[in-house]
């Protein structure tokens, strides 16, 4: 048990928790009440359960993009738009060939989004290293600009016409990942996720690949000093990171819209690497940081519907839980290890 709150993403939980509950008490004329169906509403019935696990789905594979990322001893500032073009790329896609080439046409779609977004991103690994342009810039311009070219073709040549929100058609229903827990919006893509976690958790621990790639990013001099061609493992850092980013849009598309929404990325990106730096430095705890934060988001809709606090509960308490991973004194005065 001692373990358990030794870790550092417990003890981040337990300090963003805290203020948390002081904020209900400030904000609500009746915080005992508000606190109970923020902390029991994810669990109250297996609706609210399955929609908490469905959205923490897409999270947890942009969470192990940014820590790939960063684990590589790169940022990438740029999972919004990866995310936005996986989802795209699905989604348009699945409505232009629909079906045409028979059983191959979902694996054929899927590659296509993953590569696309892996190239996003490999293309700031290679700007870096060919011409030294931090990757922390170019990841979030090619972003930026990824999301103004996605707009133009959700809400232009493929915008579904007579809908009341900017949204393509309706994919074909045989590429819908299958419920796993009706009546809730849980998908298949919640399983997928989990198991790519913990895969490539897996590999990193146990492979040479995956101690090199460490070694690469923990010290660049001494890993090539070991003969370590550390470079590479940057490019393929940042271009598995884009990957994970796309397999999201894929997720959010196949598994839970079935079409492309415009912002269908909703803060995805940013949120998976605030998740990231939760997680510290072991890629399995991904699994909890977004779950973590999926709860938050449950929480405070299911508060705001039965009490009186409001929905913006959540985005204060993940504020709250930002300035806890990022503050340097409660990292060495409480934290020994793993946010580094």
Known sequence: MN????????????????PSALLILI???????????????????VYSFGNMLNNA???????????????SNSFNLGGEGQVYLGATITGILSIYLNNTIGVFTLPFI???????????????????????????????????????????????PFLMEGSNILTTSKINKSYYLPKIL?????????????????????????TLWGYEFTISGKNRVFAESMGIKSLNYRVAGLTISGV???????????????????????????????????????????????????????????ATITSDVTIELSQIIKSVLFFVISSRLIKDKFIKRGIE
């Open 244 to 302: 994970l980013h796309g397999a999201a849009g894929v997720i959010l598309v196949l598994g839970n819209h079935h079409s492309v929404i415009v912002g269908i990325n909703n803060n995805l990106g940013w949120n998976g690497l605030s998740s990231a730096l939760l997680a510290g430095s072991r890629p399995i705890m991904v699994i909890i940081s977004s779950l973590f934060y999926s709860f938050l988001d449950a929480g405070s809709s299911y």
């Open 3 to 18: 373990k358990i709150f030794k870790h550092p993403v417990i003890i981040i939980i337990i300090l963003t928790i805290v």
């Open 182 to 206: 009706e009546p809730s919006a849980l998908s298949a893509g919640f399983l997928i996720a989990l198991i790519l976690v913990i895969i490539i958790s897996l590999y990193l621990k146990n």
């Open 110 to 156: 899927i590659i296509v989004a993953l590569f696309t977004s892996g190239i996003l991103t490999w293309i700031s690994a290679w700007l870096e290293i060919k011409y030294r342009v931090n990757s922390l810039i170019s990841t979030y311009l090619l972003s930026m600009t990824i999301i103004h070219i996605c707009n133009y073709f959700v809400t232009g």
């Open 27 to 45: 904000l609500s004329s009746n915080p005992i009440l508000s606190f109970y169906a923020f902390v029991t509403g994810p669990f109250s019935n």
């Open 57 to 71: 789905a897409p999270l947890m594979l942009t969470s192990l993009g940014a820590f790939i990322a960063l684990k």
